[in-house]
């Protein structure tokens, strides 16, 4: 997961002069306790820098100019401390071009009734400064996110620390570049789009490359890089020899170890986070990628297969917003009809992501029906149980519409030994009858992101800030 890292967010807190020097020291010292308070909790997962008090028109147009310079801060974050006239808000707010969040909070959390008298009353009036600004970003559409709270709490924090997650994906949103290693399946309908459209939209970058581009990479890569990656996978990974002898085994690992060599390297030197494969474009190639692209999506690059690359960049930008955590690419496989059991097993030819899995993953070789090549390699798991979000994205002709569900994952417990792909289960909300059919009325795909990390609040909100149309299913 590279270059996220290092993203912080301004504290911006509001007030104005009317109650004199004495009253903003006091507003200084409170923003400080909060400061420092938030990030000494340790739920948020970026760093809160504290600037100079908003308290007229040049000075929050300049704190807004310098965010959107600053490739570091991912974000604003602004406290009506008092009541903070919202006019001298507007123009620096219509330049801000980066997420914002209003925390509609409190110095005290409780009203002290035995002292509060009129100075009190003046220097704590968030509710009244609330109001006023919340008045113009609801004019100027600026889609922020509010979240209203006393700030030492736990909860109010939770919520601040997944918006973090949505504005630095948000921000990252316009870093991600896919690799297209062949074209769309052919005859598939759901996988296309348009990709100029994304670009404008989404800030996604979307490149074509023949295959014979990669395996010019493959072909340079060596026995000796191949022997060291192998040793590491002996260390993270079971290994399952099946009905192949141990040389036919390691034969068919080993070429894949060579594929994630050389598509790292590729992507890498292309500056790309996100890329797809097709089976039916391997020219060139022994075996579909397999075990390769899962040890990629463990990395943290976005990835979908047949050359779906809206959905590879879902994938990027969700693993993004997630840190990686349970988050990958999914397809809608078989559907379990019994009654009170209704589930969907999920899975894919061989890329099922390992951020997903429950046990330890172990290698097989198995004979792949489709793309005409030899056995494959590829990681064999359980997935996770959990409660998450399974995102589509599709293209409508006239916009992109984003689909979101909410699953119940749970750990397989029958064994399917005659499986040789990691497997996921997962119950869908509200039910299975009512979730399937707004799934399919409103042509969700059937390649998806599912995260176990993130929650259909923090899609939401990325929908929002890029005017993305959505439904929830929950
Ligand atoms: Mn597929």
Redo the contacts with the bound molecule.
């Keep these: 997961m590279s270059a996220i890292e290092n993203k912080e967010f301004w504290f911006v807190v509001g007030s104005q002069h009317l109650y004199g020097e004495e009253t903003l020291a006091e507003v200084k010292n409170h923003a400080k306790t909060i400061t420092d308070a938030l990030n000494e909790s340790g739920v948020l997962p970026y760093p809160v820098v504290l600037q100079d008090l908003a308290v007229n028109t040049d000075k929050i147009t300049r704190i807004m100019k310098e965010v959107n310079y600053r490739d570091e801060v991912a974000g604003v974050i602004t406290w009506m401390h008092t009541f903070s006239p919202a006019k001298m808000w507007i123009r620096g707010t219509k330049l801000l071009q980066k997420p914002l969040l209003h925390l509609a909070t409190q110095f005290n959390e409780s009203i002290p009734w035995e002292s509060i008298d009129m100075d009190f009353m003046n220097l704590n009036q968030s509710a009244h400064g609330d109001r006023e600004y919340g008045f113009i970003n609801a004019r100027l559409n600026k889609k922020n996110k509010v979240v209203v709270g006393y700030w030492g709490r736990a909860e109010v924090q939770k919520q601040i620390a997944d918006w973090m997650n949505v504005a630095v994906a948000y921000m990252e949103s316009f870093e991600i570049k896919v690799a297209r290693f062949g074209d769309n ?1 052919r005859h598939v309908g759901v996988t296309e789009g348009d990709k100029v459209e994304a670009q404008i939209q989404f800030g996604w970058t979307v490149d074509y490359f023949g295959i014979g581009d990669l395996v010019h990479y493959v072909n340079a890569v060596n026995d000796e890089e191949v022997n060291a990656l192998f040793e590491e996978y002996t260390k993270l990974y079971a290994f399952d020899y099946g009905t192949y002898s141990k040389e036919e085994w390691e034969y068919s690992v080993k070429v894949q170890a060579s594929y994630e060599i050389a598509i790292k390297r590729f992507l890498e030197e292309g500056g790309y986070n996100a890329f797809t494969t097709n089976f039916e474009d391997l020219y060139g190639l022994k075996q579909l990628p397999g075990l390769a692209v899962q040890r990629l999506m463990a990395h943290g690059y976005g990835f ?3 050359g ?1 690359w809206k959905t590879a960049a879902l994938d990027r930008l969700l693993k993004v917003m997630s840190h990686n955590q349970s988050t990958g690419f999914m ?1 809608d496989y078989i559907y379990e009809l019994a009654t009170g059991q209704e589930a969907i097993l999920q899975s ?2 061989l890329e099922v992501d390992p951020t997903l899995a429950s046990n330890k993953p172990k290698i097989i070789v198995s004979p792949l029906g489709i793309g005409n090549r030899e056995d494959p390699a590829r990681l064999v798991f359980d997935g996770k149980a959990g409660e998450g979000v399974v995102v589509s994205m599709a293209d409508f002709g006239t916009h992109y519409k984003l689909l979101i569900n909410e699953v119940a994952a749970s750990e397989p417990t029958v064994p399917a030994p005659k499986l040789p792909v990691a497997r996921m289960l997962w119950e869908v909300k509200p039910n299975f009858h009512d979730g399937v059919k707004a799934w399919v009325e409103n042509g969700g795909g ?2 998806t992101v599912v995260s176990l990390n993130l929650t259909t609040d923090q899609i939401v909100s990325y929908a929002k800030l890029v005017g993305l149309e959505y439904v929830v299913i929950k």
Aim: glycine share 0%; aromatic share 0%.
């Design positions: 399946m979908a297969a047949e779906d397809e894919h030819m059937h390649h």
